[in-house]
C-alpha cells in the first residue's frame, strides 16, 4: 500500500474509534456517562455474632458455649474460642461454633472469660464475649474440705515493741498502699519498708509484721534464723492492717532453682523451736516450678503454718527434718498451688496438715513420682484432715499422672487421713487417689495407719490403697469411679513388696461405700494376694452400669486368711470374683441411695439400713454421727 493509502486508513480507524467503534450509543453514552467510569465497589457487609448468654455453673459441671454467626452476603468460615481470663480450662473444640469445657474446681466463685471470633469469607472478623461463673461444688452431706476462712483474720504478735511493721507497694500491690521507710521507727502508724533489712531484724529476735496489700520482691532467697525463739515465746512472721485487703505477698523476682523463705540452722548440732508463719503470699514470679516455697530443714520443732498462699515454686512446703525428735509442725488452712513438683513434702513426728487446698502441684514433667501431698517421714501421730486435693501431676494434655495424697519412704506409726476430699476431673490410668504403701530402696512399714471418712472421686484405676501397712483400717470412706476403665476403689495390698519392708496384714475394710458409674469399671474392693488376718465387714459396691468381668469384691487367698467376712452388699456386678468371701449375710440387692453418684445416703425402707455386724463396726459414721446396736451399711449410719 502506498504511504497516501496508509494515511487514509488511520484516519478512517480514527474516526471509528471517536464514534464508538461504528457500534452505536451504549448505554451509559445514553445516560451521559464520558465513557471513563471505574467498576462500582462491592461493599462486604460483617458477619452477625453472639457469643451466648452469660452462665453461672458448678465446679465439675460440664459447660457448653453456645455461639452462633452468620453473613447476610456470604459465609463464615472460621470460628475461634480463647479464653480471656479466670482459672484455665481445656477447651474442647475451640474451632467450632460451639465449645465446651469442664468447670475448674474452685475455692470461691470465679469468673471465667470466653471469646468468640469469627471470619467471613471477604476476611472480616468480629468478635463476642461471654463470662461463665463458676461456684463451688456443694457437696451433699459430707464433712467440710479446704481451708476456713474464719481462720484467717489479720493478726498481731503477742510480743509487743518487738514486733517491726514493714509496707512496701512493688508492682502488684493495692491502690491506696502507702510504702514505709526504713528510717521509721517500724510501728503500724510508721512502718519501715525494706523487706532484707527486717529479715536481719528477726534473725536478731524482732518479730515481723507486713502490711495487707503491700507486696516485696526478692531476687535471692530470704535466709532466717530462729536462734531466739521458743516454744513459750515464738517468732512470728505475720500480716497486720485491714483484712479485706489482699495477703502480703513476697514475690521472688529470680527465676531457676532460687527458694523462698528458708529456715536452716546450717548445723546439726543446732535445735530450733517455736515458729508462726501467718497470712503471708509467697510467689515465684516465673512460676517456673522450681526452688522450695518454704524450706524447714534440719532440726526445727513446734512451727505452725496457717493461711499461706504459695504457688509458682518447684515444691511448695519442704519439711526435710533430720533429727529422729523433732516434731510438731503443723500447716493449716493454707493454699498450696501451681507449684512444679510437690504442693507438699515431708514429715515428722506429729505432722498436721490440716483444712488446706491442694491444686494443681507436680505438673514440671509430671510423672507418677510427682504430687500433691508426699508424706515422707512421717514417724508417728501424723495428721491429714479435712484437705481438698486436684489436679495432680498434670501432664501435657492437662491429664492427672500421679497419685495425688501418697505416703511412703518411713517407718510410720499410728498415721490418721480423715475427711479428706481427693479428686480429678480429667485422670489416667496413673492417677491414683490415697495410698499408704512402700516405694524406694528404704526399709519401710506403715502400723496403725487409719484412713477414714474421706472421699475419692474420680481418680485413676486406684482410689484407696495400702501396702507395707500393719493393723492399718479403711474405714466410712466414699469413693466414686464414672470416668475410668479397670479401675479398683479400695486394695490391700495396692502394690508387691519384698523385704525388708514388711508384708501387709490384720486389714479391717469396713462400712464403705463405693460406687461405679459412667463408663467405669472394674472392681470395688480387692482384698488378697497376700497378707492374713483380714476383715472385710459392712462394705457397699454398687455398679451402675456393669460391664462383664466387672465384680463388688475379689478375695482370692485361702479361707484362712480372713479373720471376718460378713454383711457386705453388691448391686449390678458379681460378688466376689475370688474364691471366697461369701457369708451367711451378704446381699445381692439396690441399696437405694438418695441422689447416687452425689449422695450416697440410705433412702428411708434401704435394704442396707440396719444390716450390719456389730463383730466389727466403726463407732461413728462418715459424719461422725455415732453406730447404732443395729448398724447400717456402708459410709452413712441413718439417725
Known amino acids: 500500500m502506498s504511504q497516501a493509502g496508509k494515511l487514509i486508513v488511520l484516519l478512517l480507524l480514527s474516526l471509528m474509534i471517536a464514534c464508538g467503534g461504528g457500534g452505536g450509543e451504549s448505554d451509559s453514552d445514553a445516560e451521559g456517562s464520558d465513557g471513563n467510569d471505574e467498576p462500582t465497589p462491592v461493599i462486604n457487609t460483617p458477619p452477625q455474632i453472639d457469643a451466648g448468654s452469660d452462665q453461672t455453673v458448678t465446679a465439675g459441671q460440664s459447660v457448653t458455649l453456645n455461639g452462633s454467626g452468620s453473613d447476610s452476603d456470604g459465609t463464615v468460615v472460621d470460628y475461634q474460642w480463647s479464653q480471656l481470663g479466670g482459672p484455665a480450662v481445656n477447651l474442647a473444640n475451640a474451632d467450632q461454633m460451639v465449645a465446651s469445657f469442664t468447670a475448674p474446681s ?24 461471654v463470662t461463665i461463673t463458676v461456684n463451688p461444688q456443694q457437696l451433699v452431706a459430707l464433712p467440710d474440705y479446704g481451708p476456713d476462712i474464719e481462720h484467717c ?39 519501715k519498708r525494706s523487706i532484707t533489712a527486717a529479715i536481719a ?33 515464738p517468732c512470728t512472721l505475720q500480716d497486720y492492717g485491714d483484712s479485706s485487703q489482699a495477703r502480703p505477698k513476697m514475690r521472688f523476682t529470680q527465676a531457676g532453682n532460687v527458694n523462698g523463705l528458708v529456715f536452716d540452722p546450717s548445723d546439726d548440732q543446732l535445735s530450733w523451736q517455736g515458729i508462726r508463719i501467718h497470712n503471708l503470699q509467697l510467689t515465684k ?49 493454707s493454699h498450696i498451688h501451681d507449684n512444679g513438683v510437690m504442693g507438699w513434702l515431708g514429715g515428722t513426728h506429729r505432722t498436721r496438715l490440716e483444712r488446706n487446698r491442694f491444686h494443681n502441684n507436680g505438673w514440671l514433667n509430671a510423672s507418677a513420682l510427682q504430687h500433691n501431698v508426699y508424706l515422707s517421714q512421717m514417724r508417728s501421730d501424723g495428721v491429714v484432715r479435712g484437705n481438698w486435693l486436684s489436679d495432680s501431676a498434670l501432664d501435657a494434655n492437662d491429664q492427672c499422672v500421679g497419685t495425688s495424697l501418697v505416703a511412703h519412704n518411713d517407718n510410720t506409726v499410728d498415721l490418721l487421713i480423715e475427711n479428706n476430699l481427693i479428686e480429678e476431673r480429667n485422670p489416667s490410668a496413673g492417677c491414683w487417689g490415697l495410698t499408704v504403701d512402700a516405694a524406694g530402696s528404704t526399709t519401710e512399714s506403715h502400723r496403725n495407719a487409719i484412713i477414714r471418712g474421706n472421699l475419692v472421686r474420680n481418680v485413676g484405676n486406684l482410689a484407696i490403697g ?35 519392708d514388711l508384708d501387709v496384714s490384720v486389714t479391717l475394710v469396713r462400712n464403705n461405700s463405693v460406687y461405679f ?15 492374713r488376718d483380714y476383715v472385710v465387714t459392712n462394705n457397699i459396691g454398687y455398679f451402675a452400669n456393669p460391664q462383664s468381668g466387672d465384680s463388688c469384691y475379689d478375695f482370692d487367698l485361702s479361707a484362712d486368711a480372713y479373720q471376718l467376712v460378713n454383711s457386705n452388699l453388691c448391686f449390678g456386678a458379681s460378688f466376689d470374683s475370688g474364691t471366697h468371701g461369701l457369708d451367711g449375710m451378704a446381699s445381692s440387692a439396690d441399696p437405694g441411695f438418695v441422689d ?21 463396726v466403726p463407732t461413728t459414721d462418715i459424719l461422725g454421727n455415732p453406730r447404732d446396736a443395729s448398724p447400717d451399711l456402708g459410709a452413712y449410719e441413718t439417725p
Not at 469468673?111 to 464475649?129: C, E, M, N, Y
Not at 501397712?469 to 519384698?498: F, H, K, M, W, Y
Not at 458409674?517 to 472392681?523: F, K, S, W
Open 153 to 191: 483474720p489479720a493478726t498481731l504478735s503477742e510480743r509487743g515493741d518487738r514486733v517491726i511493721h514493714l509496707c512496701d507497694c512493688q508492682s502488684g500491690a493495692v491502690m491506696d498502699c502507702a510504702s514505709g521507710d526504713d528510717a521509721n521507727v517500724g510501728s503500724a502508724l510508721s512502718p
Open 466 to 500: 495400702v501396702a507395707s501397712c500393719v493393723d492399718c483400717t479403711i474405714e466410712n470412706n466414699i469413693v466414686v469411679q464414672t470416668l475410668i476403665g479397670g479401675a479398683t476403689g479400695i486394695a490391700s495390698p495396692n502394690r508387691a513388696t519384698a523385704a525388708p
Open 106 to 129: 474452685v475455692l470461691s466463685s470465679e469468673s471465667l472469660q470466653f471469646s468468640l471470633t469469627i471470619t467471613d469469607d471477604a476476611g472480616d472478623r468480629v468478635s463476642d464475649h
Open 285 to 333: 514470679q516465673s512460676q517456673d516450678g522450681e526452688g522450695f516455697g518454704l524450706f524447714l530443714f534440719r532440726n526445727i520443732n513446734q512451727v505452725v503454718m496457717q493461711c499461706l498462699e504459695v504457688d509458682g515454686f518447684g515444691i511448695g512446703v519442704y519439711l526435710n527434718s533430720n533429727d529422729l525428735e523433732s516434731g510438731d509442725i503443723t500447716l493449716s488452712d
Open 596 to 616: 447416687a453418684p452425689d449422695d450416697l445416703r440410705l433412702e428411708a425402707g434401704s435394704v442396707a439400713r440396719d444390716r450390719g455386724t456389730t463383730l466389727s
Open 517 to 531: 458409674g459412667g463408663t467405669a469399671n472394674g472392681r470395688a474392693y480387692y482384698v488378697g494376694e497376700r497378707g
Open 201 to 233: 531484724a528477726f534473725n536478731t529476735g524482732s518479730d515481723l509484721a507486713f502490711c495487707r496489700g503491700g507486696v516485696w520482691h526478692s531476687d535471692t532467697a530470704l535466709q532466717l534464723s530462729a536462734s531466739g525463739c521458743s516454744s513459750d515465746t
